[in-house]
């Protein structure tokens, strides 16, 4: 079964609780999104261990045997600093 937006959003949000957090459905088919997440957690971490992170926090349903999400074009990063 598809996910929502909002699904996806909220798993998301349950590791990043302070994360700007963006989802859109690329293919109006609950099956291909992206994400953005940008949460000062990935300040100083390679841009895979960020997308590791964001994998974790959505519990396995990435996982091609649950089936739930079956695309997530993901963009990571930590905030820009202002002085």
Same mark, same amino acid.
Request: charged residues 25%; negative net charge.
């Given at each position: 079964? %598809? ?11 349950? /590791?990043? %609780? ?7 459905? =690329? ?16 300040? /100083?971490?390679?841009?895979? #261990? ?6 974790? #926090? =959505?519990? /396995?349903?990435?996982?091609?045997? #649950?089936?739930?999400?079956?695309? =997530?074009? =993901?963009?990571?990063?930590? %905030?820009?600093?202002?002085?």
């Amino acid at each position: 079964m %598809p996910m929502q937006a909002g699904e996806i959003e909220a798993l998301i949000r349950e /590791g990043f %609780p302070q994360a700007e957090i963006e989802i859109r459905d =690329l293919a109006g088919d609950g099956n291909h999104y992206s994400a953005s997440v940008i949460d000062e957690s990935f300040r /100083g971490k390679s841009r895979v #261990a960020q997308h590791q992170m964001v994998y974790s #926090a =959505l519990k /396995g349903k990435m996982d091609g045997s #649950a089936g739930e999400l079956h695309a =997530l074009a =993901l963009q990571t990063a930590a %905030p820009d600093v202002t002085t």
